[in-house]
C-alpha cells in the first residue's frame, strides 16, 4: 500500500520543524518552489537540516521571515546580525533576515530514496561558489533551458 501524503501549512509544518531544531534533532522536509534551481528541485528533493552555532556564507539555511513565512535560500552575505539571503534560480530577488531567523541549515540534498548530496563536501560547495559567482547571463540562459527541460 502507498504510504499517504499529507500537506501541512507552512506555518504549522515549519513551526514545528523549527522547535524540534532547537531541540537538537535533524529535520528533513520536502521542498517547494523553483527558487532553489538548479541545486534542488521543488516537490523531488529534500533537505537535511540541524541547527547550527554558525553561519556562513554559501549555507543553505531555512529562516523564519515572519507572519509565518519561511524560505530555503543560500546566504547571499552576512553583516554583524544582518544576514542577506538569495535562492540560486532567483536572478535578483534577495531576503534579509537576522542571524536569530536562522532555524537550521541544510547538511544534505536528498533526490529520491538513491541519492544524497553531502552540503558540507568540497566537491559540493566548489559547485555551489561557481554558480553564484557565474555572470548573471549565464545563471539566466541555464535556468530558462533547465525550467523548459528539466534535464538534471
Wanted: charge should be positive; charged fraction near 30%.
Amino acid at each position: 500500500m502507498k504510504a499517504k501524503k499529507i500537506i501541512l501549512p507552512n506555518a504549522i509544518m515549519l513551526g514545528e520543524a523549527t522547535r524540534m531544531l532547537l531541540e537538537g534533532h535533524s529535520v528533513t522536509i520536502m521542498t517547494k518552489g523553483a527558487s532553489m534551481s538548479p541545486f534542488i528541485r521543488g516537490e523531488r528533493d529534500s533537505v537535511e537540516l540541524v541547527k547550527r552555532d554558525n553561519v556562513e556564507v554559501g549555507d543553505i539555511v531555512l529562516c523564519h521571515l515572519g507572519n509565518g513565512r519561511y524560505v530555503l535560500h543560500r546566504v547571499n552575505a552576512i553583516s554583524g546580525d544582518r544576514v542577506r539571503l538569495k535562492g540560486d534560480g532567483n536572478l535578483d530577488a534577495t531576503e534579509a533576515c537576522t542571524l536569530q531567523d536562522v532555524c537550521g541549515t541544510a547538511v544534505a540534498i536528498l533526490r529520491g530514496e538513491r541519492k544524497r548530496f553531502d552540503c558540507d563536501s568540497p566537491s559540493f560547495r566548489r559547485m555551489s561558489r561557481r554558480w553564484v559567482a557565474a555572470p548573471r547571463i549565464v545563471r539566466r540562459y541555464f535556468l530558462g533551458i533547465y525550467r523548459r527541460i528539466k534535464i538534471l
